[in-house]
């Protein structure tokens, strides 16, 4: 991996909040966007942001459901997403 890519992902796993919804993800697997908000006492749009985020460095995988957007942990997570959920 290239070192550039290595530093862009751990600059989105080292943030408590991503943190929490990757920990949250991790043992509830299919979670809204107001759910997430709700567990870890944020905003929907501060939530839906890190969510974003998490999803463009393909950390988390979304689903669109009726009116509602369900994230969870990518079906191929990478090498460093793995190391952190098994710290979680």
């Known amino acids: 991996m290239?070192?550039?890519e290595l530093e862009r992902q751990l600059k989105v796993l080292a943030n408590r909040r991503r943190l929490s919804i990757l920990n949250l993800l991790?043992?509830?697997k299919d979670v809204n966007v107001s759910d997430v908000a709700e567990a870890i006492k944020l905003s929907f749009t501060s939530t839906s942001?890190?969510?974003t985020m998490?999803?463009?460095m393909g950390f988390?995988?979304?689903?669109?459901?009726?009116l509602n957007v369900y994230y969870r942990i990518t079906s191929a997570p990478t090498d460093s997403l793995r190391k952190v959920l098994n710290l979680l």
Do not use: G
């Open 54 to 56: 998490l999803e463009r």
């Open 49 to 51: 942001r890190h969510l």
């Open 60 to 66: 988390v995988e979304k689903e669109q459901k009726s």
């Open 2 to 4: 290239r070192e550039v």
């Open 26 to 28: 991790r043992k509830r």
